[in-house]
T-cell receptor, first 110, second 113 residues
Framework: AQRVTQPEKLLSVFKGAPVELKCNYS??????LFWYVQYSRQRLQLLLR??SRESIKGFTADLNKGETSFHLKKPFAQEEDSAMYYC????????????FGQGTELSVKP | EAQVTQNPRYLITVTGKKLTVTCSQN?????MSWYRQDPGLGLRQIYY???????DKGDVPEGYKVSRKEKRNFPLILESPSPNQTSLYFC????????????FGSGTRLTVV
């Protein structure tokens, strides 16, 4: 079954420390993965799409098909990075269904 | 401005009183979707649509209906709301090539008493 797993509910780091938010997926096809960010229960905003390989707000994510992972990383966390982060998997062969992990709350302390 | 617009933003209603939450996008997107967000449960998909007149159930469709008569609109209908449908609801849309991922609306906070 298709699934996205974010093992950490809460990740707390100090400002300037490196951050890694974990995401693992289960999907038999070729995965298409996204990271979304949500500040204070506002709308979700697209952070990264694995195909584009961009770096947004200093965040990067690499798709590792061998480990079925798509971890989100940032070398130096900022206080404004505090938010909920969701990993999502697009199921092309299921009519455009997008499934989300449970989310990780990132808290960056001063 | 390219956006997904949901209305209303806040709604308090009583059990059993039919309601509709509207969702409209101005980006000519093919895919549209509804999610509910609850504390500790994350985002769960209610219904999704890959184009006009094509809809499918998500993970939690019970108690909800949708329609996609026009490409831009994807209303969520609660025929007989119950308190367990109290939640934060998000509508989202995407182009078929997902070049910008799914764009989300601002959310509708629904309380059923």
């Amino acid at each position: 079954a298709q699934r996205v797993t974010q093992p950490e509910k809460l990740l707390s780091v100090f400002k300037g420390a490196p951050v890694e938010l974990k995401c693992n997926y289960s999907y038999s096809g070729s995965p298409e993965l996204f990271w979304y960010v949500q500040y204070s229960r506002q709308r979700l905003q697209l952070l990264l799409r694995h195909i584009s390989r961009e770096s947004i707000k200093g965040f990067t994510a690499d798709l590792n098909k061998g480990e079925t992972s798509f971890h989100l990383k940032k070398p130096f966390a900022q206080e404004e990075d505090s938010a909920m982060y969701y990993c999502a998997l697009f199921l092309y062969n299921q009519g455009g269904k997008l499934i989300f992990g449970q989310g990780t709350e990132l808290s960056v302390k001063p | 401005e390219a956006q997904v617009t949901q209305n209303p933003r806040y709604l308090i209603t009583v059990t059993g009183k039919k309601l509709t939450v509207t969702c409209s996008q101005n980006m000519n997107h093919e895919y549209m979707s509804w999610y509910r967000q609850d504390p500790g449960l994350g985002l769960r998909q209610i219904y999704y649509s890959m184009n006009v007149e094509v809809t499918d159930k998500g993970d939690v469709p019970e108690g909800y209906k949708v329609s996609r008569k026009e490409k831009r609109n994807f209303p969520l209908i609660l025929e007989s709301p119950s308190p367990n449908q109290t939640s934060l609801y998000f509508c989202a849309s995407s182009s078929a090539d997902r070049v910008n991922g799914y764009t989300f609306g601002s959310g509708t906070r629904l309380t059923v008493v």
